[in-house]
T-cell receptor
């Protein structure tokens, strides 16, 4: 099955700085890569996703890049704010079954 | 996106008992899934809940321990059977739904926090 690795496990950044989280996947058939943000005690919330026919996608302060050849994708958060503090999960799936394989998660702390 | 609710939101159970968790969606969806999130851990897929047929379980999960029902396109249940403290987790249902731009993506319910004593 699919194996998704995520780094780093924790990330502390100064408010206003950028945060980058990286994930690698094992199954070259995976073609859908969502990112979820989970605040303490809350459900995972989709923040951005990318499909294999696109190399980069941006939504305001959040961007995701995908390198299919190297089988890795990254989340970039610019101008971080305290409300960005949360656990972020990357995931991968194939469009024919939609089953998500998750990375281990990254705890992001934004210092004011 | 679909609005997903789960019941109960949390429960404390004694070992050896069973708990049934309900997942309700406000619109018809084809794909529904059940995930487990152990304390401080990531999410692991338990099974795909198939409407009108038996659920499809992932490696390490079996029907006797986690029976699933999917009677229609808006509702599913997950039962955690013969519970032990190791079953203490958050159980989340999720659905495939379309975004505003008509692309398929997956949304999660609020989860059920289970503590087994």
């Amino acid at each position: 099955g699919e194996n998704v690795e995520q780094h780093p496990s924790t990330l502390s950044v100064q408010e206003g700085d950028s945060a980058v989280i990286k994930c690698t996947y094992s199954d070259s058939a995976s073609n859908y890569f969502p990112w979820y943000k989970q605040e303490l005690g809350k459900r995972p919330q989709l923040i951005i996703d990318i499909r294999s026919n696109v190399g980069e996608k941006k939504d305001q302060r959040i961007a995701v890049t995908l390198n299919k050849t190297a089988k890795h994708f990254s989340l970039h958060i610019t101008e971080t704010q305290p409300e960005d503090s949360a656990v972020y999960f990357c995931a991968a799936s194939m469009s024919n079954d939609y089953k998500l394989s998750f990375g281990a998660g990254t705890t992001v702390t934004v210092r004011a | 996106s679909a609005v997903i609710s789960q019941k109960p939101s949390r429960d404390i159970c004694q070992r050896g008992t069973s708990l049934t968790i309900q997942c309700q969606v406000d619109s018809q969806v084809t794909m529904m899934f059940w995930y487990r999130q152990q304390p401080g851990q990531s999410l692991t897929l338990i099974a795909t809940a198939n409407q009108g047929s038996e659920a499809t379980y992932e490696s390490g999960f079996v029907i006797d321990k986690f029976p699933i029902s999917r009677p229609n396109l808006t509702f599913s249940t997950l039962t955690v059977s013969n519970m032990s403290p190791e079953d203490s987790s958050i159980y989340l249902c999720s659905v495939e739904d379309q975004t505003d731009t008509y692309q398929e993506t997956q949304y999660f319910g609020p989860g059920t926090r289970l503590l087994v004593l």
